[in-house]
């Protein structure tokens, strides 16, 4: 069966490799590089599919390949590529790349990293897409059983309103 890695690039580019990007490998074999940095290095590589209004398709841990640097490509197999992506999709998909992310980070982290990147109303409408029955069955089957964690989180981060300032990185720099 054939596979090909898809990424998006800071301008919106979609590129296409018969190899995983050097130095990535998929998520859950990746979670030591899962500091607040890289988190939201990763937001903005999982945003930049949603700005290029394509899907990534089922966000699942194997599918999903990361890299040092928070470059994020996703494994297609079979000939398959990116889709178009419909607005529920977008939101579906940020519900489902929020409860991967905080099965092994922090969930304040995740949701804290989360807002520099989407608006309030885009975390509402992911709101609605936090729930078993809504996201993948890969996703809910994988330990920790933390969609309800996210859900109340999301839901906290909603009701606080926009982020009143953009994060800096310095208590990570050395």
Do not use: C
Not at 6 to 11: A, L
Not at 96 to 101: D, E, G, K, N, Y
């Amino acid at each position: 069966m054939s596979q090909s890695w898809w990424m998006v690039d800071e301008q919106g580019r979609v590129h296409e490799t018969s190899a995983p990007p050097a130095e990535s490998r998929p998520l859950n074999q990746a979670t030591a590089l899962l500091l607040p940095p890289l988190i939201s290095h990763l937001h903005t590589s999982f945003h930049a599919w949603q700005m290029a209004g394509l899907s990534p398709g089922p966000v699942i841990p194997e599918r999903l390949w990361i890299n040092p640097a928070g470059g994020l490509a996703v494994k297609f197999a079979g000939g398959r590529s990116p889709e178009r992506l419909y607005p529920v999709g977008a939101q579906a998909g940020l519900a489902a790349w929020l409860v991967l992310l905080d099965k092994w980070v922090e969930t304040f982290v995740v949701i804290a990293r989360a807002r520099s990147i989407w608006n309030t109303a885009e975390l509402a409408g992911a709101l609605s897409f936090t729930t078993p029955s809504l996201l993948p069955a890969q996703l809910t089957r994988t330990a920790p059983d933390n969609w309800e964690r996210v859900a109340v989180a999301l839901a906290r981060s909603v009701a606080d309103g926009p982020l009143p300032g953009l994060h800096t990185d310095k208590h990570w720099q050395t």
